[in-house]
Structures are given as structure tokens and as C-alpha cells.
């Protein structure tokens, strides 16, 4: 049976109107109220997840000495679809703890949860009035330490009328605030929330139910842990199976068959798993892959997520494999030489697969070198054969002996020749044509080659500015030894152009020096090599 509270002011305290009844929905019995709370069994909740939701800088006064009180409403969608349990933070600033009643509700489809978490902090038989303690900012929680928030004195032995800090259990006597005691046997708990859907209107109700002093609500929150709500799946298109080579782009989008089951922008990321190089465009489901050597003849899956901006998010996964296929690389080495000297430079094949043969063209200015033989063969080449074709172009061959293949990764021979110019020059040994066959009689591809390069070396020097080293200028030096050389610095080039010494010296025992000590000198530089007198 319900009943009207009347006010009574706390002695001491000016005596001010009689407070207004509470809301109807406050008064019920502690055995009504049982009938409301979810009970919950314990069970196997799986994978969890940990939702948090804050509202602060609120600094809402909560009505002095009215029934009526204050109630903040939120609206609130979660990722938990089954609560498995639930903390609650309050911050009031305040003048009289014991004044205060105050209440969490959750409303949705499946149903009303309710705990009260402060019924008049103090109050008891002998103190109607309750603590005088000046606000809180505590944190409630079934499992707290602390215990009951109703009697946060007597737990903490003595305390000096300031802010109650901590976590507490929630006060839970659904009794009339008017007439509730420390005796009175906690009806509700935040356990009733547990099995609830986490989504939908929670509503934090404070009153002040006693005139004479104020207090108002900064901040409160909600930490929310339970079984993730299943996402919904957006109808992601599936991806065939690729095939993939060494050192070629691989790109592929992942789309969406129909894109009204989406709301928002889109993200996308690859799972663990995915090959070393790989990656996709986070907002437009791009996947792009350049394998490297290393990763021919691999097979990988690739495991791609999408998700939506709705809340909870729609998600989806695509896997499809991808298979590096085989590879042969030819590549010449290089070589420094004096004018009419003899020089040599490897021939070295990368292949994934073994190999009966591999031949190639290779294009040799004949005004600068003159071709002679391929020698030092490796174990494994039965014959080596240098066939001029037209001109400056000549055809290099090499043969495995019957039921053998080629080394995968070794110098097949060296490339000799002997220059014929008498000019200093850079020649560039081109390949082209590359033609192979593997054991079954079947070609690779993917075919790769890396020209050479001779260094000619007479009377003039040359100069050949490398990429830079730690943001410093990499210069090599080619000249003959013995003689004296300036190495001059401009930041421009042209008539107006003024050159300034950096470097002097000699190169004294090979064909070529890396030249030490030379500095960044501005944004733009420019280098040339002139012959010095001698000292």
C-alpha cells in the first residue's frame, strides 16, 4: 500500500516546504519489485566484449528537497546483445549524501531492468537523517570490495565529511527513502541487468529528498560486459583464385553485390596471415601485391575483412588464394678496364625451377668492346655457346648436360672481352630476348634480366654521382692512377655557373676511387672533374 511522504527537515536546518510525493513508480514493495529482476544463470558466455558509455560535464542541479528529482535519459546502442555484468560511475557534487535516492533503469523490447543505487547513504534508526558527507564520485559494482554503500562510514571506520571516493555495492533496498533503514534487506542488485540487451533507453533518476541543501550531477557512465551482438553480413562479392609473378603488381577490389545492405563509408583490412608486402586500401577494398623473388612458387591465402559504419557494424570476410608462379633472371655483372685491355663480367642466373637451357641476346657497342668467349662455366653447364647475330648483337646459350638442369642461383660463366676505343666511356651491356626451358620441356614466363655494364678508363677522367648516403653525395672517381684530379662543386650550371673545389687528389692503384669527405652542399648540386697541376 502506498503511502504519502510528508518532509521533515534535518534539525538544524531551515525549515523550508514540504517536499512533493515521489512518482508512483518509486513506491512499490521490495516483493513487487523482486518479481521485476532478471534472474540470471551462470553460463558459458564465449567471447566477450567490453562496452563503455560516458556522459560528463553535465552539471545538472538536482532539485532541493522535491520528489520530483532529475532524470537524464540516454538513448544507447551496444555491442553487448546479453549483459553479463555491469559497473556504474557516479560524480555528484553535493552538500548532504544522505539526502540523496537514485535509481538505473533500462527499457527495451525485451523488458525493464532496475537497481536502485542510493537510498538515503546513513540512515538508520538512530540517524534518520543519514550522512552529512559532501558528494561523491564512486564507482558501484556488485563485486566492490567496499561492500554497501548505505554504510560507507562504518566501513571505512572514520571518515571527515569530504567526497566519498571507490567502488561500492548499490545501496538496493527499494524501501520508501522516507522510512528506509540499514536493516532493511537489499532487494535489487546490478546483477538484475544480467541477460538483458545492452541497447535501448537507460535513464539514471536522482532526487533530493530533503530541503536545506544542494546538489547537483557532474558525470556518470556505464561499463557494460557480455556476449557480443552477431554482426550482419554484407553480401561481399566472392574473389577467384589468382595467379601471381615476381616483381608484377596483383590488384583487385573487393566489392559488395548490392549496396543498399550498407550504411556509411566502408573499411577494409587483411587478416593474419597475409603474405609479407601485401596490403589493401583501407576505405576502398583495394588489394595489391607485388611478390618478390623469394616468394615464387608459394601459395597463399588471403583473408580480406569489410565492415559498415553502422553500430554495431555489418561485417564480412573474403579468402581466396593466390599462387606465385616460377621465374628466370639473367643478369651481367660489371667491369672496369683501361683502354685496350681485356676484361670479363659474370653471367649469373635466379631461377625457381631448374632449368635445361637459358639463352639471351646481348647488345655490345662494337666501337667499344669486342666480344671473345664465355669462359669458367659452372659444373653444372655442359656447353656455352657466344654466336654473334648482326653487328653489335650477340646471342649467349647455355646447356645443361642430358638429365641434369642448371644451378638455381649461380655464376653460369664470364663474359669476356677486350676494349677498342681510346676514349674514357660508360658501356652499357643490354639484354634482351631471353628464352629458357625448364626440365619438363615447358618454358618459364616470367623472365627477368639485368643488363651490365664496362668502365673504359684512358687519359680522361669520369665521374659517376651514386644515390646518396646518409643525405651525404656518393661520388666514384674513374681515372688512371698516378695523376692529379680536382673534383669542383656548383650549386648551378650554365654561364653564370661558379665551380669551387671540393676534392683533390690522386687515384693511386686501381682504375677508380670512391671519393671520401664530400658533403651535402645545398639542395641542387652539381660536380665535374678536371685535371689538377701538380703541387
Not at 160 to 165: A, E, H, I, K, Q
Request: with cysteine; aromatic share 8%; glycine share 10%.
Amino acid at each position: 500500500m502506498h503511502r504519502r511522504i510528508e518532509s521533515g527537515c534535518k534539525k538544524g536546518r531551515a525549515a523550508l516546504k514540504p517536499t512533493a510525493s515521489l512518482p508512483r513508480m518509486l513506491l512499490f514493495s521490495a516483493q513487487l519489485l523482486s518479481a521485476l529482476i532478471v534472474l540470471f544463470a551462470a553460463r558459458d558466455v564465449g567471447a566477450q566484449v567490453f562496452d563503455t558509455h560516458q556522459f560528463v560535464s553535465l552539471n545538472r542541479m538536482i532539485p532541493d528537497g522535491n520528489a520530483a528529482g532529475l532524470s537524464d535519459v540516454r538513448e544507447i546502442t551496444s555491442t553487448v546483445a546479453s549483459i553479463a555484468s555491469l559497473r556504474v560511475t557516479l560524480r555528484l557534487r553535493g552538500e548532504f549524501n544522505g539526502d540523496l535516492f537514485g535509481y538505473l533503469r533500462l527499457v527495451n523490447a525485451t523488458g525493464t531492468n532496475y537497481c536502485v543505487l542510493l537510498n538515503r547513504p546513513g540512515r538508520t534508526l538512530t540517524g534518520s537523517f543519514g550522512y552529512d558527507d559532501s558528494g561523491l564520485d564512486v564507482t558501484f559494482d556488485d563485486a566492490a570490495t567496499n561492500g554497501d554503500v548505505h554504510l560507507y562510514r562504518k566501513a571505512l571506520g572514520a571518515f571527515d565529511g569530504s567526497l566519498l571516493t571507490g567502488a561500492w555495492n548499490p545501496d538496493g533496498r527499494a524501501s520508501d527513502p522516507q522510512v528506509v533503514l540499514d536493516s532493511d534487506t537489499p532487494a535489487t542488485s546490478l546483477s538484475s541487468f544480467a541477460g538483458a540487451d545492452a541497447s535501448g533507453q537507460w535513464t539514471l533518476f536522482l532526487a533530493d529528498l530533503e530541503c536545506g541543501g544542494t546538489n547537483m550531477l557532474e558525470d556518470w557512465g556505464l561499463e557494460v560486459t557480455g556476449s557480443p551482438r552477431p554482426a550482419a553480413t554484407l553480401p561481399l562479392l566472392p574473389v577467384p583464385d589468382q595467379k601471381a609473378f615476381v616483381l608484377m603488381s596483383l590488384c583487385l577490389t573487393n566489392r559488395l553485390s548490392d549496396s543498399c545492405q550498407w550504411r556509411g563509408p566502408m573499411s577494409f583490412g587483411l587478416m593474419s596471415g597475409a603474405p609479407t608486402g601485401a596490403r589493401i586500401g583501407g576505405g576502398n577494398g583495394v588489394f595489391c601485391w607485388t611478390p618478390s623473388l623469394d616468394q615464387a612458387r608459394t601459395t597463399n591465402v588471403i583473408r580480406v575483412w569489410a565492415q559498415d559504419s553502422s553500430s554495431p557494424p555489418s561485417c564480412a570476410t573474403n579468402a581466396f588464394t593466390v599462387v606465385v608462379d616460377d621465374f628466370v633472371e639473367l643478369a651481367l655483372g660489371r667491369a672496369i678496364l683501361g683502354v685496350g685491355q681485356s676484361g670479363a663480367v659474370p653471367v649469373h642466373l635466379t631461377a625457381s625451377v631448374g632449368l635445361t637451357n637459358v639463352s639471351a641476346l646481348v647488345r655490345i657497342p662494337e666501337n667499344r668492346l669486342l666480344p671473345m668467349t664465355l669462359s669458367h662455366w659452372a659444373p653444372e653447364v655442359s656447353d656455352a655457346i657466344l654466336q654473334q647475330q648482326d653487328g653489335d648483337l650477340w646471342r649467349m646459350e647455355f646447356f645443361a648436360a642430358p638429365g641434369q638442369a642448371l644451378p638455381l642461383d649461380a655464376d653460369l660463366a664470364q663474359f669476356e672481352f677486350q676494349s677498342v676505343t681510346n676514349t674514357s666511356s660508360f658501356v652499357p651491356l643490354i639484354l634482351s630476348d631471353l628464352a629458357n626451358l625448364q626440365t619438363n620441356g615447358i618454358p618459364v614466363w616470367r623472365g627477368l634480366l639485368q643488363p651490365g655494364r664496362a668502365v673504359v678508363v684512358d687519359g680522361s677522367p669520369l665521374l659517376e654521382a651514386l644515390p646518396f648516403t646518409n643525405g651525404q653525395p656518393d661520388l666514384l672517381l674513374y681515372a688512371a692512377p698516378g695523376a692529379r684530379y680536382h673534383v669542383l662543386f656548383s650549386p648551378t650550371i650554365g654561364a653564370c655557373a661558379t665551380w669551387q673545389p671540393v676534392w683533390t687528389g690522386t687515384v693511386t692503384t686501381n682504375l677508380w676511387l670512391n671519393l671520401p669527405g664530400i658533403t651535402n652542399t645545398g639542395s641542387n648540386s652539381f660536380y665535374q672533374v678536371q685535371p689538377a697541376p701538380s703541387p
